[in-house]
């Protein structure tokens, strides 16, 4: 929401949310209900939404939520904080999301539905793709591929070149030296070397 806020243009009408008593307050914003609202809400005219849930614990609720408002007719918005910096060639797709001191470099492409978070780095011609989580602090080195809804966590760095398949998951504060196959877990701190995990 203060994102939407510092980029200026947007009003916000309030929130939706499974476990917050509509009526409550935050940010000094209205909780309207639950996902219940959603229809109503359009039919009232409300067309943008954007997805305040990163998935850090299961990247699929952050789907699952897109996939809900888009059934709704809703659109999503490009959301990027004034602080972020990103190049003129890059291209932004729609609902991305890129945070607060985050940097995003030259010809980079980021799809839709990804998220840049805060002081992150997409190095230049770099792809992040549909719905995947670039966290807090993250470095990724120039050309580098990351697949659909995949989770870099928060401080990973990477070598340049190198592809991160669909459906990882990256823990903190791992270093990546190698491609990474769908689906591979990695955990926090290691470093992957494509063959095995060394502390």
């Known amino acids: 929401m203060e994102m ?3 980029m200026g243009g947007y009003h916000i009408a309030g929130i939706v949310d499974d476990g917050i008593p509509a009526g409550t307050r935050v940010l000094g914003f209205p909780v309207l209900g639950t996902r219940d609202i959603l229809p109503v809400l359009a039919e009232k005219g409300l067309r943008l939404a954007a997805n305040g849930v990163g998935g850090i614990l299961d990247i699929r609720i952050r789907v699952v939520i897109f996939e809900l408002l ?3 007719g809703y659109s999503f918005p490009v959301l990027r904080h004034p602080s972020a910096t990103v190049e ?3 291209v ?3 609902g991305a999301q890129v945070f607060a ?3 995003v470099g030259s010809s980079a492409v980021l799809h839709p539905r990804c998220m840049v978070n805060t002081s992150a780095v997409v190095s230049h011609d770099c792809e992040i793709g549909v719905y995947s989580h670039i966290a807090p602090g993250a470095l990724l080195a ?3 591929q990351v697949g659909e809804r995949t989770l870099v966590g928060m401080g990973v760095t990477t070598a ?8 990882v998951r990256i823990g903190n504060g791992a270093i990546i030296l190698a491609d990474v196959p769908d689906r591979t877990i990695i955990q926090a701190g290691r470093v992957w070397t494509g063959k095995a995990e060394t502390p």
Request: zero cysteines; glycine letters at 20%; aromatic letters at 8%.
């Open 4 to 6: 939407a806020l510092a």
């Open 70 to 72: 888009e059934s709704y």
């Open 88 to 90: 003129p060639s890059a």
């Open 92 to 94: 932004i797709g729609d």
């Open 101 to 103: 001191n985050a940097y």
């Open 142 to 144: 120039g050309l580098v």
């Open 160 to 167: 340049i070149g190198i592809r991160i398949g669909s459906g």
